[in-house]
């Protein structure tokens, strides 16, 4: 009997044949579905497709715009600070209208058909950031909007702190620096902005952030302020001792010295004037040109003597400059009063020394005495009393002495005079002073009332000539 045997190779081969056949049928039936549907989604969003947050899979346009336009009626925009609601506003309240036809018509044809079996496993899409870049129109009413804004606007700060800005203040009669405050105003003119902005792109919930609060301009680590601040310290710290001669030592208390500081805000200086004034009041204390003095004329008379130019005061600007540098500086110490004119430098104003002239208008004499005795005396001239000539009166002083000078003026009618003279003493600062007058013909008497000079004590040439070498500069002259 004869026996048949199978291949097993062969077997395999005639089971493999119908099973690849089936498959490449399979995949070719799959792929031809997957095209096909793939038409539906040319007019039908692609699987997890959101706008809004909202879900418009394999909705057509019409159908999403129905759905968008559901949605945006009942839209409720927050306005939210820290988790709490503060301000509301519906979109039924703004009558809020969008073109979401044009807007979803030009997203359908940005997708591509063919990924929806992608999309359909992927994680839901937000196509905001498309929107974003849309020109979306949007119609509300604007009025409500305005009205809700300017709510918001006179409601929003009415309780909050407004910041301020660090600052340099006086308070219990020293500057220092007050911290600034933060506050937590809210700037509206920002939060406006987020209230547009998430109304036409239907963001319903509107954050106050960090960014939106109010914030003060100058911190206390602002270095101008810094600066400004230690330009004061220096100045409010220093300690002047203000020595006048040898009469007064005053300390400038530290009250008048801060008051003396101009501070506006953006800069750091002294008022020249309050420091000139201080000066003034203390000069005018101690100042000993000009005020009455006690006298015992040559016939023993005692008068009272007022005005004239004898004595010592204090020079303003000088000590106003040195006041004024040690404080910008900061150093403190004893600053000596700058003094001019020409005087005794005691508290005895009355003391006039023992060498001094002495002029009598009304018996029209002179007398000079030279270490507490008389030298010589003489009669004179004085001016003459018509037509403002008269001589002053008061307590003077030689403040110069020259020789061989022409004198010069205006004549009572006007015409011009210049007159040589030998010997020139001025004894003011308007040209009156003691001179030689060869001109005249006599001295005494009342030849002063019509042939007076204009002011100037007129002395025969041979009497000041002995003592014009004689008296030095700073010798006073007692006119009365």
Same mark, same amino acid.
């Given at each position: 009997?004869?026996?048949?045997?199978?291949n097993?190779?062969?077997?395999?081969?005639?089971?493999?044949?119908?099973?690849?056949?089936?498959?490449?049928?399979?995949?070719?039936?799959?792929?031809?579905?997957?095209?096909?549907y793939?038409?539906n989604?040319?007019?039908?969003?692609?699987?997890?497709?959101?706008?809004?947050?909202?879900?418009?899979?394999?909705?057509?346009?019409?159908?999403?715009?129905q759905?968008?336009?559901?949605?945006?009626?009942q839209?409720?925009?927050?306005?939210?600070?820290?988790d709490?609601?503060?301000?509301?506003?519906?979109?039924k309240?703004?009558?809020?209208?969008?073109?979401?036809?044009?807007?979803?018509?030009?997203?359908?044809?940005?997708?591509n058909?063919?990924?929806?079996?992608?999309?359909?496993?992927?994680?839901?899409?937000?196509?905001? /950031?498309? %929107?974003? *870049?849309? &020109? =979306?129109?949007?119609l509300?009413?604007?009025?409500?909007? #305005?009205?809700?804004?300017? +709510?918001?606007?006179?409601?929003?700060?009415?309780?909050?702190?407004?910041?301020?800005?660090?600052?340099?203040?006086?308070?219990?009669?020293?500057?220092h620096?007050?911290k600034?405050?933060?506050?937590?105003?809210?700037n509206?003119?920002?939060?406006?902005?987020?209230?547009? /902005?998430? %109304?036409? *792109?239907? &963001? =319903?919930?509107?954050y106050?952030?960090?960014?939106?609060? #109010?914030?003060?301009?100058? +911190?206390?680590?602002?270095?101008?302020?810094?600066?400004?601040?230690?330009?004061?310290?220096?100045?409010?710290?220093t300690?002047?001792?203000?020595?006048v001669?040898?009469?007064?030592?005053?300390?400038i208390?530290?009250?008048?010295?801060?008051?003396?500081?101009?501070?506006?805000?953006?800069?750091?200086?002294? &008022?020249?004037?309050?420091i000139y004034?201080?000066?003034?009041?203390?000069?005018?204390?101690?100042?000993?040109?000009?005020?009455?003095?006690?006298f015992k004329?040559?016939?023993g008379?005692?008068?009272?003597?007022?005005?004239g130019?004898?004595?010592?005061?204090?020079?303003?600007?000088?000590?106003?400059?040195?006041?004024?540098?040690?404080l910008?500086?900061?150093?403190s110490?004893?600053?000596?009063?700058?003094?001019?004119?020409?005087?005794?430098?005691?508290?005895?104003?009355?003391?006039?020394?023992?060498?001094?002239?002495e002029?009598?208008?009304?018996k029209q004499?002179?007398?000079?005495?030279?270490?507490?005795?008389?030298f010589?005396?003489?009669?004179?001239?004085?001016?003459?009393?018509t037509?403002?000539?008269?001589?002053?009166?008061g307590?003077?002083?030689?403040?110069?002495?020259?020789?061989?000078?022409?004198?010069?003026?205006l004549?009572d009618?006007?015409t011009?005079?210049?007159?040589?003279?030998?010997?020139?003493?001025?004894?003011?600062?308007?040209?009156?002073?003691?001179?030689d007058?060869?001109?005249q013909?006599?001295?005494?008497?009342?030849?002063?009332?019509?042939?007076?000079?204009?002011g100037?004590?007129?002395?025969?040439?041979?009497?000041?000539?002995?003592?014009?070498?004689?008296?030095p500069?700073?010798?006073?002259?007692i006119?009365y």
């Amino acid at each position: 009997m004869k026996r048949t045997y199978s291949n097993g190779k062969n077997k395999k081969i005639k089971f493999f044949k119908p099973f690849f056949i089936s498959s490449i049928v399979g995949v070719l039936l799959l792929t031809g579905f997957y095209f096909i549907y793939s038409l539906n989604y040319q007019n039908h969003f692609l699987p997890n497709t959101e706008i809004y947050g909202i879900d418009i899979s394999d909705k057509t346009v019409e159908q999403a715009a129905q759905i968008l336009h559901l949605k945006l009626d009942q839209m409720n925009f927050k306005i939210i600070e820290k988790d709490q609601v503060l301000f509301s506003i519906s979109s039924k309240e703004l009558k809020l209208k969008k073109n979401y036809p044009e807007l979803l018509n030009k997203l359908i044809k940005k997708q591509n058909p063919a990924l929806w079996g992608v999309k359909t496993l992927a994680i839901s899409e937000s196509r905001k /950031s498309n %929107i974003e *870049n849309e &020109n =979306l129109t949007v119609l509300l009413d604007q009025q409500s909007l #305005q009205q809700f804004e300017s +709510k918001v606007k006179n409601e929003l700060n009415q309780k909050r702190v407004a910041p301020k800005d660090a600052e340099i203040v006086l308070e219990n009669g020293k500057y220092h620096l007050v911290k600034q405050i933060d506050g937590n105003t809210v700037n509206f003119t920002k939060l406006q902005k987020k209230i547009q /902005s998430s %109304i036409y *792109n239907s &963001n =319903l919930k509107i954050y106050i952030t960090e960014d939106d609060y #109010q914030k003060p301009n100058i +911190k206390d680590t602002d270095p101008n302020l810094k600066k400004q601040l230690n330009q004061i310290q220096t100045i409010q710290n220093t300690n002047i001792i203000y020595q006048v001669a040898n009469v007064a030592t005053i300390k400038i208390p530290s009250e008048i010295i801060i008051s003396w500081i101009n501070y506006d805000g953006n800069s750091v200086k002294l &008022n020249s004037q309050d420091i000139y004034n201080y000066l003034a009041n203390i000069n005018k204390n101690y100042s000993t040109v000009g005020i009455t003095r006690k006298f015992k004329t040559s016939d023993g008379a005692n008068i009272q003597l007022n005005g004239g130019t004898y004595g010592r005061q204090i020079n303003l600007e000088a000590d106003y400059q040195k006041i004024k540098t040690n404080l910008l500086s900061g150093k403190s110490g004893e600053i000596k009063a700058t003094t001019i004119g020409q005087g005794i430098e005691n508290n005895n104003p009355n003391d006039l020394g023992k060498t001094y002239v002495e002029v009598s208008k009304a018996k029209q004499h002179e007398w000079v005495y030279v270490n507490g005795k008389l030298f010589l005396q003489t009669d004179i001239v004085t001016g003459k009393p018509t037509n403002n000539n008269d001589t002053p009166t008061g307590t003077f002083v030689i403040w110069n002495k020259q020789k061989n000078q022409h004198l010069k003026g205006l004549n009572d009618d006007g015409t011009k005079y210049d007159s040589f003279v030998s010997y020139w003493i001025p004894i003011d600062y308007t040209g009156v002073g003691l001179h030689d007058s060869p001109w005249q013909p006599k001295y005494g008497g009342d030849w002063y009332k019509e042939h007076g000079s204009h002011g100037c004590i007129n002395n025969p040439p041979e009497v000041i000539a002995k003592f014009f070498d004689i008296l030095p500069i700073g010798t006073p002259v007692i006119i009365y």
